[in-house]
Structure formats: C-alpha cells, structure tokens
C-alpha cells in the first residue's frame, strides 16, 4: 500500500481517478449513514498508527467520504472528523521534525513520509476550506430569513466556536512549515502544487466577510504567518501578490486585511518584493480597463495607501512607477498617489539633517503636491489640502516653501466646492497655529519692528541689500527643453539614419553588438541612466541602440511608452511626416528620457550651489566674523522680522474672504471661519476682530450646529482661562467682554445680548463676576473710567436678561449712581440706566393672570429722576447723547409707572417753560443761531430736543394704550367673568363695561351713551374688539387732535415741516419730521391729512437723512394704516432710484418686508427692486438678491411677476444695458424649479416675440428662454409655437441661443424625444439661412435706391419708413394675439401692425426677387 505516489489534485473529483498504476485513487465512497462508523474505526487507526493511519486506503478514503457527502454529513461527524484532522496535524509535525532533520534519510522513509505530509495537509486544508464555506453560508441566509425572528440566539450559543477551531488548525499548519520540508522532494524542492494548497486554504479564508472585523484579527495573523512562511521558505511570493491583487479586486472588505498583512510581511519576514510586484503590476493595467472597474480601482488605491502610511519606505523605490498615475484621468489613483507622497515626505523625509539625494526627493514630492492643489478634480484638490495640513501640522515642510504654499492656498478659499473651501480653511488655521515667526502675530507691530531694526542694520553697514533676505541674483540658466530644442535636428539626423523599421540584431555592426547592447541583469533604471549618458556625451548613436534595446528588454514600461495620437510638440520647424511611426516612438521617448535628466541635473547643480554657499559661509576668516559679530546678528534679525511681516500678509489676505464664508450657505464653511477667526484672533492679527464681530450674528442662525460653535468661540475666547481664583477670574471676564462692547454697533450689541444671556445660564458668568459689574458700574473699585462704568452697566442689563432678580434687587443701586449726580452730567449713562431698567418691564401683559402687570407709583424716585434729568438737560447742547437718552427716558415712564401720560405732561410743561424763558436769552445773545423767523423765538439746539422729546411722547402714549391699557382691561374682563363663572350666577353683569374704565375722558364717553353691551348682551371677543375700537377712535380723535399739550405742539411740527426754508438748521428738520411721522402712526386722520407732505419732503428734501427716516415711517405707517398708503406705493417704489445708498437700502428693506407679509400687492413696479441686482452697493444687491429668493419660497409669487418684470425691464424707454439685464435675469430665473411653471413659462415668452420689433428685446427674450431647463413637454412647447420666433432667427444671437436650448435639452431628454430635437433643430437652421439670405437682400436694394436716389437717406432711415407699412393681416394676427393669458402675450396694437407690416414686407421682397 506505502508503494503509491499521492499527486494532488485539482478539484476533490479528480482523486478518483489515476493516470499511472503508482498513482492514489479512492476506490471506495461511504455514504453519509456508513460514515460515522467509518470514522470512529479511522481514529482507532489513528491512536494506534500515528500519523502514518492515513497511508491505510480505508482511512484516507473514510476522511475523503466526509469532504465528498459534506452537506449531507450530520454534525457530530463533522465535528470528529474535524478534531481527528486537527490531532493528525499536530502528530504529525511532531513525527516529522526528527525524520526531515536527519542527513542519511532513505528514499523510502522519504517516500513514506511524503505521502503521509501530503495526504495528512490536503485532507486537513480541504476540509478547512469546506468549514469555512459551511460557515459563510448560514449568516448570508439569515440576513434574509430571520429578519422577524430572533429564535436562533439559544442555537448559536451551543453550536462550537468556528473561530477558535480554526485558528486551531491555521496554527498548526503553521507549525509544520516551519520544519525544512522540502528535504522530503528530491531534489529538495518542495512542488508547487503543495504550497499551493496551503496557500489557497488561507485565501479562500480571507474570502470571508468577517476578515475585516476585530475579533478576527488573529485569524489573519496565522493567515499571514503561513503566508509569510510559504513566500520566505518556498518562493511563493509572485503566486502571493496576484492572488492580492485577485481578492482587492472582487472583495471591498480585504482592503485593511490585505495590508495589515503585507505590512506584517515586511516586519516579521524582511519581504518586500511582494507589495514591489503588486505596485507593478497595478501600473502594468491598462488606464482605461481600471477606470472600468472603479471598485476595484479604488481597492487598489486604498491598500497602497494603507501600506505606505504604515511601511513608506517600502513603497519608495516604485514612485517612479506609481508617479505616471498623476497624469491619469482617475481620479482615485491621483488621491492614492498624492497621499503615498505626503506619507513618505511626512514619515521618511522630514528631518532636518537629510542627505541631498533625499532633499532632492523631498523637493519632488511637495513640487507634485502643489501642482495638484489646482487640480480639475474638487476631490483631489481636498485630498491635496489635507495632506497639506499633514505636512504643515507636523513640521515637515520647509520653511523656504511654506509662503509659496500659502498663497495658493488663499486662492482654493474661493473654490467652486465645498469640501475644497472647508479643507483650505481648515489648512489656513494650520498655518496659523505651527506658523514658525512667533506666538503673536500682529502685522502692523511687525511692520514697526522690521523698519526699525532695518533702520540699525542700515546705520551699522550702509553696504546691505536694500531687501534683506532677499534671493541673490542667479545667471540664466537654459532650461531642460530649450537643450533639447537645440540638440534636436541633430537627433532626428541619426534616428532617420540609423533606425530602420524592422530591423534585426544581425543587421548591426560587429563593433555595436558589444558596447551598444544592454546587459542581461541591467535593470530599467540603469537604461534609462546609461541612455541619458549617452545623449549628454552628445554619442547619439549609442543612445539610439541601447534604447531600441531596452525597448526588447522592458516592453510596456511607462516610461517608455508612445500614444501615437498625442501630436510631438517642438518649438522648431519639424517634419514629422518624414518619421515612422517606429521612428517617432525613438525620437519621443529620448525627448523624454533627456529632459528628465536634465532637470534632475538641474535640480543636483542648485542644491551643490546652495551647499556651496554654507560652506563658503563656513570658510569665511574668522578674524571677519569677529571684527563685526553684531552685524550678522542684526542680518539674522531683520531677515526673520521680514518672513514673519510677509507671513502675515498673507494671513491678512486670507481674512476679508473668509469673513465672505461666514455668510455661505454651507455649514461647513461657516464651521471652519468660525474656528479660522478663534484662532487668528488669539494669534493677534488685529484684523480677525472683523470676523469676530461678524461672527456674533450667527448666534440667531437656525443651524443649532453654527449657533453652538459661535457660543463656543465666544467661550473659548472672552470667558476661558487658566486663573484659579475667583475674582482674578472674574476680573478677566468682565475685562474681556468690556473691551467686546465698547465701540460695538447695535446689531453687535443685540447679538451679543443673547450669547451673555447663554453664558449666565450656564454659569460661566457666575455671581463674582455681577459683584464686579456692580463695582464697577458705581466706581467703587479704584481706577474705574467712565466708560469701563458705563460697559459694565451694559453687561448688567444683558445679564438680566436671564435673571431679571440682577436689576431688580438693585433699583436704588442704579437710581442712585445711575440718575444721580453722575447721571446728570453724563446723558450716556443715563441712556444705559433706561435700557437696565427696561428689562424690568413685561413686554406682552398676560390677559389671563390674576395679577396686575409690574408698575410703580408715579411719584417714584426713578421718574423723579428722569424728569429733573429731561428738563435740566434741554439746555445743555454740548452733550450730544441727550436725543437717544431722552428716548430711552420717556420710554421707560412709559413702560414702568402708573400714569405715564401725567408725568409727560410735567415734563412737557416745564420744558416748554424753560423754553419761554430761553427765548429772550437768545435773541439776545445770537438771534442768527435761533429760529427766530415768524412766531418761533427759541434756539434751535433746545427746540430740536423739545421736538424729539414730543414726538417720543405721542409714540409711546400710542403703544401704552395699544398694548398695556387694551391688556389691561382684558384682563379685568377676564377676570369678572372668573368671578361669575365661579358663583354661576346667571344674573348678567350690567356694569361690565363701566368697571373697566380707567380715565376720565372714557367715562364721560360712557355717561353720554348707552352701555352697548346692555343692548346687545355681548360678552367675550365681541367685547374685546369693541374695546379695541373704542382705544382707536381714542388715539385718532383725543391724543393728537384733542384739547391737550400734543394739539397745541401739532402746528409748530407742521410748520416747520412744512417752511424748510424758514427753519434751514437740518437737525432740527429731521427731529420735526420724524416727530410728524409720529404722530401721523397715532392717529389715522392726522395721517391723511399730512401724507401729501411727508411724501413732498420724501422727495424733495436735500438731507438723505430726513429721506431715510421718512422711508422707515412710511413702512410703519404701511403695517398701520394699509388702506392710506396704498394709493403712495409707487412714491415709495421711487427712492429705489435714490441717489444716497442709505434711501435707497432702507426702502428695499421696507419693500422686502411688506411683500414678504402681504402688506403690499406686487406690482409691475416690482421690476424697480430687481433694478436693484446690480446696484453698485453689495449690500443692496444683496439684499435684493434674498428678497427674490424669499419671493420664491410664497408659492407662485414669483412666477407671477416675472411677466412684469420682463416687460418692464425689455422697454426700450428703460435703456438698460444688455449685460446688466442678463445679470439681473439670471438669478432670477434660476430660482424658478417647477416643471409645470417653466413650460408655461417658456410658452409665454414664444407669445412675447410677437410683440416686439428691435432685436433687442429679440435678444433678451432668447436669452430668457435659454434659462429655462428643458423637458421633453417643453421642447414640444418650443415646436408648436415655432411660427411666432421663426423670422427672428436670422439675429446671430439669438440664433446661437436656440442651439444653446436644443443642446441641453438634448442632454435630459429621453431617446424617443431626440427626434423631435433633431426636426426642430433642422427648422431653426433653415430658417436662419433664409432669414439671413432675406436680410442680406433687403440690405443691399436699400443700398442701391438710397445711392440711385436719396443718397443722404441712411439704411436707417429706408427701415423706418418701411416699417410703416401695415396690410389687413397684421388685424388676424392681432386678434389671435389678444387671447393670451396674460400681459407677457399680450403685444400693445401698434406693436401688432408694425410686426406684421415687416412680416409683409419680407415676403413681398422674396416674391419680387423670385
């Protein structure tokens, strides 16, 4: 039986058969019911023979039984058949390693032995392979079966543990490798089919898609090991690398494995000819099948990447090969590429003590690095960016190149692409961060330091540059293409002469066969060196044969690779055409080998310059260094101060666009400006604070995301430090957002309002730091200035947001230092004392609480206060800050006490007494200075702060009665009915109306009429909107024009509004106006009475000031009263063309907001805010820009004005430029997205060509409909209204813009519709040849009658006068017009006639010309 020869085989069915009598074949097959008996005898054989059971034919064919019945052999089979393999293994590497260690084996026992080895590891690798299938399958099908059931967790449990078992078997195979096994072939040689089986056990159990899972990291580790072993001990290693490159290419999941594993082999086993064959292989693939399998291609390019992360130097020698990829369309491969670069620069080529060859390797990689940051690719340009941040993080740049970088980073900040942008800030905040200058980067401080330093270095050697660190001029160097260029004519002279298209070896001279003739073990690169050496001797017959032979020897290399198709560039006059194809393939690639080498020259000799100078640097006499030691140093410092000036320059440009993403739309770019502005901002760039600033209004942004990060920056920022102590802390806190507050506008301001608020609820503003507000605010700490006084009372106010307990627990605390003495001299202050105060007040009174609203008395200290403050301070006119104050003071009367209209009656009264007794004293002292024309004697300082206080008054007193008065009694009616609902009393309340009222004025209304709910038995809302009513015929009748201190005011106001010339002071113009405004918001018959003037000073007031305050009114007076100021829109429309941009943004505002609320209908003179697209001010542009993309989101809105705005903007009385109409049209278009509106739409303007006779308005419409995406409804639309553009056609334009539409639309339509694209495209072609050819004729006979008889008369005017000419047609044709939907297809009568008379026109002419 031991006489046989075991071959292994194939496939598990090939075993048996045998071709030769020594040949093992299984003669006997049990069936899966005979098997379990089977295999208990095989492993009585097995304790009693050893590893030698297997030789007996009825235990092998026992064991093949199981691998052939596998599906149906019950489990405990399996499971002995299993262990008896796994026991057999491991006997049988402890039986072997005596035998394969002696010298004097017999050929028997070597025999015997091999057959066991072979046997014993086919079984168990076969087997192995078949459990792993067996265990695969099952979690494919439960992914499917199972999806309702979870009944098979208990199964699981008591099933074995496949994973164990089999890195079981995985490390006992590994064990027996590592006995010298091939002793057992003769020669010693171990097959390949043995190594093969094992191999391909482990392959097929990478397969799995578990292999990428942790928990079977130790399965990969044998795996590899075994791996490992096969390619060091029996050179399995190319069989290795495709079989990798087999399974990255059909399996996503063996990317990490694959390289964990290559990686492992290059540690544990010093092998790296695996991954070398691997990357040469992967290069040896055609481009174009690798674009074709893009997951395989992206397997690829992940696993190199992997591997050079982790191994770069390994990967190294096969840049010049994975290089070439860089040209490549795949994007994937120029990723991987770029990453192995930045790996290898990063890992390998970092240091500072490299050798040249290295510097020179490291200046390649980063000169590709930045050839790519341009790349087409958004992807790679990402991709690029981030290895870039790698680079600059870790230090491995140098800093010669770090500004060069720099700039182009500035310019990704403006990429199309998201990503590109949000990787470029990101790597711009790199910058920042490892900038090697210094930890602070203010330019305007390292501007100062580097002139003064400069200035010193001047004084001690007036030799120096005047550009310190500036590069020493360098001689002109030619450039490797210019060399080639002049080397050319003689190289194509041998190539004709010496290469000849098929020739052979014999051919050549005895003499060339010897030195021209590469050796068998050169390699690749020893050509190409031996060829470029060739060439620089000028021996270009010896360059020509030894690439022809390393053609023969390295077919299909890249770098000697020829695309017939790419045209041979050259800047000479050069035939090609005299050149095989053979020929021009020479002649390419020793273009190609020369100027790379001499660029590598190029590149050696500027590097040996460079260390020739350290060397001379180091050479100099010392007795020189000595005689002026303070000069170098200087140098030193001047060239250092003069990088970090330019470094941050660069940085400062940076910022003006990055600020511009703060406004984007995309999350991401916002995150990463924010994150930019942090950081630069605690780098001391002074102009980050612009971001910063800009910043604070995301905090009202919907994105919780931007909302979080801005209070985080704010944060990390104003409140975060590494002080221990409480109150140091605090004092740092306050000390910061001080310093935030001042100078802040007051949008700023009401951002910041809600991050403090944020910070006290979270308690990083805690109560040490409003302990030190309060000291601060008081000046009881020492050293306190007024406007450190005044930011603190501002912190307090914003922190009362949050807790209002902060004010409240301390009124006397603000009366006293806020309205006493210090108050009175500072009206500032006391503006802020107001707005603290403010938050005390409720903004919206509940109607439904038992409890009055928070009120004090009206002899209150507050008001007491603020009155002496309010009539004491009309006098004193160096204090500019009395008009905001004086608003804020009688605003809080109003919303804090009981009866705030008696205390502004004594305010008033005593103002207009203090007045009285001005009036003398100013004729006196300067009668010019006063308003002393007419009645009016009072100096025009204290009349306008009179005015403003007044006008203040009636507002408030409106609002008081709107909101708190109308609350109020709501309230109290609520609570009556309370009352009764409680003592279910059904005796109605007669006095309800009496018990509400609250002034004497109401009562005595009451007195005169009959309660009306009395009569009508009204309750609940009908009451309440009686009591509405009954507050408005108040405020229209009582407050303005009734018998009180407001009425006799009222004539001065329009006086003086109505007399600009008399009363010429324009501050005092603007109070009186906007007081006016004021009081016409009270009162609706004020309001009528006085619109025809405030429209009249609208437009013909010279202040843009008094012209922006009145637009701001008007918008109120449009929310107020909407059936006054309807009949004034187009007024309103008009300061759109207003000459300040101040009028002109405010009126787009107002506009924005009434239509956007329906206040407003939109009407044709909606085309004035699109005028305002291209406004010179980016802020109205802007502006005008959101209100159309508003417009968009209300339904049809726009789609409705868009006829309006075409009409209107087309008129040729508007003469508005092409270009600027096509600015404004564009974005407007592209908002529209419905399908159903763009059909109709494109309809619509085919009607409007008929309404139109210059080409012109022939031209816009084109270009409108070339806005429009293309469906196959609408292309359909295009055809059936092709009658009404067909004669237009022979204009250029618009011809080129109907193509521009078939071409697109051609792009989105489906197949059956391309027909109907192809017909309309073949009309519109012969039409504009017709339409061009009857042009051309009409021209010339115009020509001629106007030479033969008027030959002053233009062409011009041959056209007009033919365009009078008008027959019956044009009335059908008209008629057919008038039936369109709207005023886009409704062309005016006489633009019918004049259209149809140049259709006649035209068809009589070719009539004659026929």
């Known amino acids: 039986m031991e006489s046989f020869d075991f071959v292994i085989p194939l496939s598990l069915d090939a075993l048996q058969e045998a071709s030769s009598t020594r040949q093992y074949a299984v003669t006997n097959i049990s069936s899966s019911k005979e098997l379990p008996k089977k295999i208990i005898d095989t492993t009585v054989s097995f304790r009693k023979h050893g590893s030698s059971f297997i030789l007996q034919e009825q235990n092998f064919d026992s064991l093949y039984s199981v691998l052939v019945n596998f599906k149906a052999v019950d489990e405990e089979c399996k499971e002995k058949s299993w262990d008896l393999l796994v026991k057999a293994i491991t006997k049988l590497s402890s039986e072997i390693s005596p035998v394969v260690d002696e010298n004097d084996m017999s050929s028997s026992d070597r025999h015997r032995w091999l057959n066991i080895l072979k046997m014993t590891t086919y079984i168990a690798c076969t087997l192995t392979e078949a459990f792993e299938k067996h265990s695969n399958k099952p979690t494919l099908d439960t992914a499917l079966i199972t999806k309702g059931r979870k009944k098979s967790s208990k199964k699981m449990e008591d099933e074995r543990d496949w994973e164990d078992d089999r890195n079981q078997m995985l490390n006992q195979l590994y064990g027996l490798l590592q006995h010298p096994l091939q002793r057992l072939w003769d020669p010693p040689i171990m097959e390949e089919d043995f190594v093969n089986l094992i191999a391909n056990c482990c392959y097929k159990i990478l397969e799995s898609p578990n292999m990428n899972l942790v928990k079977t990291k130790p399965t990969r580790d044998s795996v590899f090991q075994i791996i490992g072993s096969l390619v060091k001990k029996f050179n399995h290693g190319l069989a290795c690398s495709l079989k990798l490159m087999q399974l990255l290419q059909h399996f996503e999941h063996m990317v990490t494995p694959a390289a964990q594993g290559i990686i492992l082999l290059i540690n544990s086993y010093d092998n790296k000819s695996v991954i070398s064959e691997m990357i040469r292989e992967i290069t040896k693939t055609d481009a174009k099948e690798l674009m074709k399998d893009t997951s395989g291609l992206r397997n690829f390019s992940q696993f190199i990447v992997e591997v050079a992360e982790k191994c770069p130097q390994v990967v190294m020698p096969s840049l010049s090969l994975l290089i070439n990829f860089l040209d490549e369309e795949a994007y994937v491969m120029r990723n991987c590429v770029l990453s192995i670069l930045g790996a290898i620069v990063l890992k390998v080529l970092s240091g500072d003590d490299l050798e040249d060859k290295n510097k020179d390797l490291r200046d390649q990689c980063l000169d590709h690095l930045e050839d790519h940051i341009h790349d087409i690719h958004a992807f790679v340009r990402s991709k690029v960016l981030q290895i870039w941040n790698d680079l600059i993080t870790e230090k491995a740049v140098p800093l010669r190149r770090q500004q060069h970088v720099l700039e182009l980073v500035l310019g990704r900040l403006k990429d199309r692409s998201s990503t590109v942008r949000k990787n470029a800030v990101q790597l711009l905040t790199a910058f920042l961060k490892g900038n090697p200058f210094a930890a602070k980067l203010p330019l305007e401080d390292l ?5 003064i330093e400069y200035k010193k270095l001047k004084e001690m050697d007036p030799d120096a540059s005047d550009d310190p660190g500036a590069e020493k001029p360098t001689k002109k160097v030619l450039s490797p293409s210019d060399k080639w260029e002049a080397k050319l004519p003689e190289i194509a002279e041998f190539i004709l002469e010496v290469v000849k298209e098929g020739a052979t070896d014999d051919d050549d001279d005895d003499e060339d066969d010897g030195e021209d003739v590469l050796d068998e073990e050169s390699s690749l690169n020893d050509a190409v060196l031996e060829v470029a050496a060739a060439m620089d001797k000028d021996n270009i017959r010896r360059a020509i044969k030894l690439l022809e032979s390393a053609l023969e020897m390295f077919h299909g290399a890249e770098i000697l690779s020829y695309d017939p198709e790419q045209a041979f560039q050259t800047k000479t006059d050069f035939d090609a055409t005299s050149f095989s194809s053979y020929q021009m393939h020479i002649l390419v690639v020793l273009k190609r080998i020369f100027v790379s080498s001499k660029s590598m020259e190029l590149r050696n000799s500027q590097n040996k310059e460079d260390g020739k100078e350290d060397e001379e640097s180091e050479d100099k006499d010392p007795d020189e260094e000595k005689e002026n030691p303070e000069v170098t140093k200087q140098k030193l410092l001047v ?68 909302k979080d990060a801005v209070v985080e920056a704010y944060q990390r920022l104003y409140i975060n430090s590494d002080i221990s102590s409480d109150r140091a802390r605090a004092q740092h806190i306050v000390r910061n957002l001080s310093a935030l507050i001042t100078g802040s506008t007051l949008g700023e301001r009401t951002s910041l309002d809600e991050i403090v608020s944020q910070f006290v609820n979270s308690g990083d503003i805690n109560k040490h730091c409003v302990t030190l507000m309060w000291e601060k605010f008081t000046k009881t700490l020492p050293d306190t200035t007024d406007d450190e006084a005044r930011a603190a009372l501002v912190l307090l106010a914003m922190c009362a947001n949050s807790e209002v307990s902060i004010i409240s627990s301390n009124i006397s605390v603000l009366v006293k230092s806020g309205l006493g003495e210090r108050g009175e001299k500072d009206f500032a202050l006391v503006k802020e004392t107001c707005s603290a105060l403010l938050k005390l007040a409720v903004s919206k009174p509940k109607t439904d609480s038992p409890n009055a609203p928070f009120r004090l008395e009206q002899d209150h200290e507050i008001f007491i206060r603020l009155a002496k403050i309010l009539v004491a301070g009309l006098t004193r006119l160096e204090d500019r800050q009395y008009c905001p104050m004086a608003t804020q003071a009688i605003s809080t009367i109003y919303s804090l006490a009981e009866h705030p209209d008696i205390i502004s009656g004594e305010i008033i009264q005593n103002m207009a007494t203090i007045m009285q007794e001005q009036t003398v004293e100013a004729e006196e002292s300067n009668p010019e200075d006063s308003a002393s024309q007419g009645l009016l004697q009072v100096p025009v300082g204290i009349l306008t702060r009179f005015i403003v206080v007044v006008g203040h008054v009636a507002l408030c007193q409106l609002v008081h009665l709107d909101t708190y008065i109308f609350s109020e009694l709501k309230r109290r009616n609520f609570l009556k009915e309370e009352m009764e609902n409680e003592k279910k009393s059904k005796k109605k309340n007669k006095n309800h109306r009496k018990s509400l009222i609250t002034s004497a004025s109401e009562a005595s209304i009451s007195k005169s009429e009959p309660d009306i709910d009395d009569e009508m038995e009204l309750t609940g809302a009908v009451a309440d909107d009686l009591e ?32 600009p010339g008399r009363y010429s002071n324009p501050d005092l113009r603007a109070a009186a106006t906007l007081t006016l405004s004021k009081m016409m918001m009270v009162s609706s018959e004020f309001c009528e009475d006085n619109l025809q003037l405030l429209f009249t000073i609208l437009e013909k007031s010279e202040e843009p000031v008094i012209r922006a305050n009145i637009v701001i009114a008007l918008g109120d007076l449009s929310f107020r009263f909407p059936n006054l100021l309807e009949p004034w829109t187009p007024r309103i429309y008009a300061r759109l063309r207003d000459h300040s941009p101040k009028v002109r943004q405010n009126t787009l505002t107002i506009l924005t907001h009434l239509i956007l609320n329906d ?10 805010i699109a005028l305002c697209i291209t406004d010179e001010d980016p802020r109205i542009s802007g502006l005008a820009n959101l209100f159309f993309t508003e417009l968009a989101r209300k339904g049809n809105a726009l789609y409705n004005v868009l006829p309006d705005i075409i009409s209107r903007l087309s008129d040729a009385e508007l003469s508005l430029e092409e270009q600027k109409y096509r600015i404004i049209i564009g974005p407007i278009f592209a908002l529209l997205q419905k399908d159903k509106q763009l059909e109709t739409l494109a309809e619509k303007l085919c009607h409007r060509f008929q309404a139109t006779i210059t080409p012109r308005q022939w031209r816009d419409i084109a270009y409108c409909l070339s806005l429009l995406q293309y469906n196959d409804k609408s292309v359909r639309k295009l055809s059936e209204n092709f009658a009404c553009y067909g004669d237009k056609l022979h204009e250029p334009e618009v011809f080129d813009f109907f193509l521009g539409i078939l071409a697109n ?49 233009t062409v011009t005017k041959v056209k007009r006068v033919r365009l009078q000419v008008a027959d019956s047609s044009s009335e059908d044709e008209g008629g057919r017009e008038s039936g369109s939907e709207d005023n886009l297809s409704k062309p005016p009568p006489a633009m019918k006639s004049v259209t149809e008379s140049q259709r006649t026109r035209r068809s009589s002419a070719r009539v004659s010309r026929r």
Not at 447 to 451: M, N, V
Not at 1159 to 1168: E, F, L
Not at 1321 to 1348: F, M, P, R, W, Y
């Open 1028 to 1059: 509405a009513e009954y507050i408005r015929s108040i405020c229209d009748s009582e407050i303005i024009k009734g018998e009180n201190l407001l009425d006799l005011i009222r004539p001065t106001i329009l006086a003086i509004c109505s007399n």
């Open 1305 to 1353: 639309a051609r792009k989105n339509s489906k197949p059956e519709a391309k027909a109907q694209i192809d017909e309309l495209e073949a009309k519109i072609q012969e039409n504009h040849d017709k339409g061009v050819e009857d042009e051309n004729a009409l021209t010339n006979a115009a020509n001629a009658k106007s030479k033969s008889r008027k030959p002053s008369k």
């Open 1159 to 1168: 206040m407003v209908k939109v009407k044709g003179q909606i085309s004035d």
């Open 639 to 706: 060239a250092y101060l003069k990088d970090s000036v330019g470094f941050a320059k660069l940085i400062n440009e940076g910022i003006p666009v990055v600020c511009q993403l703060l406004g984007s739309k995309q999350v991401s770019d916002v995150m990463e400006a924010i994150s930019f502005f942090v950081t630069a901002f605690e780098f001391g760039l002074l102009n980050a604070k612009a971001g910063v600033l800009k910043m604070l209004v995301l905090v009202w942004s919907k994105e919780q995301a931007i």
């Open 447 to 451: 501007q100062s330091q580097f002139e």
